[in-house]
């Protein structure tokens, strides 16, 4: 179950929610496995372009020595507790700033993505390298697994916009009867909803909210919103309580 970092005491008129990278685990991990695939696809390119030109000079194997080196750093860094620390450690050898906070845990999110993409992707061309060589699938060759290999590149951009609708954050004031959104700050005056139906996602309820049109004019505002299912419960039944 993910965590909303939902706020709600018994004497408290306010629901305050939070559905980001940091609370919730489907948003974190659509958006690792969608940047992981982007950097994974580069990953490879530079990787293969080092191994030709070092190949030529006999060093093949230093180019994978090192790539493998890296990846066993990123996986010690992501398995100890302290990971902070560690690359606090390091960065005082290097003339870096090691990233702390969000930032840090936004890139090993980034860099577990990108090594599981580059195994998955990897791993497709590798069968497919050995279909073609086997002409196992006939004149299909490799087509099947680097097709599927390229298809990665479109759903990760598809996991990123995914992502991104599902973050939310906001208020739901019930004594003004108000949804605050935060980035993009916007209010929501429930008393012009008519109606509202929802969808479960997941760990998430998507509301899509009915506006009201006084005297034919149109009400600005989202038609849609990701929620966590007790703010949508809220919702309703502050509606149905009005209705």
């Not at 390298?129 to 697994?145: D, I, K, T």
């Not at 959104?181 to 929501?188: C, E, K, T, V």
């Not at 929802?198 to 899509?208: N, Q, S, V, W, Y």
């Amino acid at each position: 179950m993910d965590e909303d970092a939902t706020v709600d005491s018994p004497d408290s008129e306010t629901i305050q929610w939070r559905r980001d990278a940091s609370t919730s685990r489907t948003v974190r991990l659509l958006w690792s496995l969608g940047v992981g695939t982007f950097f994974a696809a580069i990953g490879i390119i530079v990787f293969w372009r080092l191994y030709d030109l070092a190949s030529q000079a006999g060093g093949g194997s230093v180019v994978i020595a090192l790539f493998a080196a890296l990846a066993v750093t990123i996986l010690a860094f992501a398995a100890t507790s302290n990971t902070e620390r560690r690359l606090e450690r390091l960065a005082r050898r290097l003339p870096v700033t090691a990233p702390s906070g969000t930032g840090l845990e936004r890139a090993m999110d980034a860099a577990l993505g990108t090594l599981a993409m580059v195994t998955v992707i990897g791993t497709l061309m590798a069968i497919g390298r050995v279909v073609s060589q086997r002409e196992l699938l006939g004149g299909l060759g490799a087509g099947p697994f680097t097709g599927t290999a390229a298809l990665l590149l479109p759903l990760a951009l598809v996991a990123l916009v995914l992502a991104s609708f599902l973050r939310s954050v906001g208020t739901l004031d019930r004594e003004k009867r108000t949804l605050f959104l935060y980035d993009p700050d916007q209010a929501i005056d429930l008393d012009v909803i008519e109606g509202v139906s929802t969808r479960r996602f997941g760990d998430a309820t998507i509301l899509t909210l009915e506006y009201a049109q006084p005297d034919g004019q149109y009400v600005a505002g989202p038609r849609r919103l990701v929620v966590p299912p007790n703010v949508a419960r809220e919702v309703q039944a502050l509606l149905e309580r009005s209705a």
